[in-house]
């Protein structure tokens, strides 16, 4: 056997197992997911019918669907708002601060936190009767403040987003945080001499130098966003009626709930899509910035 063939060989012994699994367990549920799709199937029936787009046609005018998805963008929007905040953050952790290490390791310390763990802890918190966030606002004369966290339609998504930004912004600010140190100090020495200030820095600096990293968090917004569903399944149910349920939850429920599987895979593949699609619009934004 020449060396050549042996090489081959090697190289396609070693392959075969990591694409066998990305097969299995990606392509082919994929696949399946789709066929599914287009399926009336209940999850029980060993037989389905094929019913065509009309499980897609359905989701786009379902008003629920959208009422939910509008709860996604709600997350989103509120998310990249304090993208600027966790900047600042990182920015301030980076200088040589005596304290810096300790408060990297409390700002990322939410996102290691399970979370199941976290939505009971503020399940607790927001207890309309005994929960320590009403007990405070009565103890400073506040009791206009006080409400029913989780069970106002009006206020339970931004309950639910604040669990959300308490648990999720501590990642983004480590990864500005890598960025920033990524960027070598040569630059900001050069500008010094040059006699630019902090603002002209930071701008055509230290922006430009964590463009990468500003991808990466808005990606990890929109694809949390959309796949919120631990937060608002275990503290609300997503409740009270559909007040804060997201496409998630309402996809689960579909599938598990009222057993409509046909539908809950339709909305699992439009999911996929609208991910794919911001990335792709998302990498034509980002295209040459930072480099």
């Given at each position: ?9 090697v190289i396609?012994s070693f ?9 299995l ?6 696949l399946r997911?789709?066929q ?6 209940n999850?029980?029936?060993k037989?389905f019918?094929?019913v065509g ?5 359905s989701?786009?005018?379902n008003?629920d669907i959208w ?14 708002l304090?993208i600027?905040?966790?900047?600042m953050?990182a920015?301030l952790?980076?200088?040589?601060l005596?304290t810096s290490?300790?408060?990297?390791s ?6 290691i ?7 009971y802890?503020?399940?607790y918190?927001?207890?309309?009767i005994?929960g ?5 606002l009565e103890?400073?004369g506040?009791?206009s403040w006080i409400?029913?966290?989780?069970s106002?339609k009006?206020?339970?998504n931004?309950?639910?987003i604040?669990?959300?930004?308490w ?11 890598a960025?920033?140190q ?11 001499i040059d006699?630019?200030?902090s603002w002209?820095?930071f ?14 968090v808005?990606?990890?917004?929109v694809r949390?966003?959309l796949?919120?569903?631990d937060i608002?399944f275990l503290?609300t149910?997503?409740?009270p009626?559909l007040?804060?349920?997201?496409f998630?939850v309402y ?5 598990f709930?009222?057993?409509n599987y ?5 909305l699992?593949i439009?999911?996929?899509?609208m991910?794919i ?15």
């Amino acid at each position: 056997m020449s060396y050549s063939l042996q090489k081959k060989l090697v190289i396609v012994s070693f392959l075969f197992v990591p694409v066998a699994l990305l097969l299995l367990f990606l392509l082919y549920p994929s696949l399946r997911l789709l066929q599914f799709s287009l399926t009336n199937w209940n999850g029980i029936s060993k037989s389905f019918n094929y019913v065509g787009l009309d499980n897609y046609v359905s989701a786009f005018q379902n008003p629920d669907i959208w009422k939910a998805l509008s709860n996604n963008f709600l997350y989103f929007g509120i998310h990249a708002l304090f993208i600027p905040l966790e900047v600042m953050v990182a920015v301030l952790l980076n200088n040589k601060l005596r304290t810096s290490n300790f408060f990297r390791s409390i700002v990322f310390l939410p996102y290691i936190l399970n979370g199941v763990a976290v939505a009971y802890l503020f399940s607790y918190m927001y207890n309309p009767i005994n929960g320590p966030i009403n007990a405070l606002l009565e103890t400073l004369g506040l009791e206009s403040w006080i409400q029913n966290w989780l069970s106002d339609k009006g206020i339970v998504n931004y309950s639910l987003i604040v669990v959300s930004l308490w648990r999720f912004s501590g990642l983004h600010v480590i990864l500005f945080l890598a960025g920033l140190q990524s960027i070598p100090n040569d630059l900001y020495e050069a500008a010094t001499i040059d006699g630019a200030g902090s603002w002209k820095k930071f701008i055509h600096i230290t922006m430009p130098g964590i463009s990468r990293v500003m991808e990466i968090v808005l990606f990890l917004n929109v694809r949390g966003a959309l796949q919120v569903f631990d937060i608002p399944f275990l503290m609300t149910q997503g409740g009270p009626g559909l007040a804060s349920t997201t496409f998630t939850v309402y996809t689960i429920q579909t599938a598990f709930k009222y057993n409509n599987y046909g539908l809950a895979s339709s909305l699992a593949i439009i999911l996929m899509l609208m991910i794919i699609i911001f990335s792709y619009f998302q990498g034509k934004l980002f295209k040459g910035k930072g480099e």
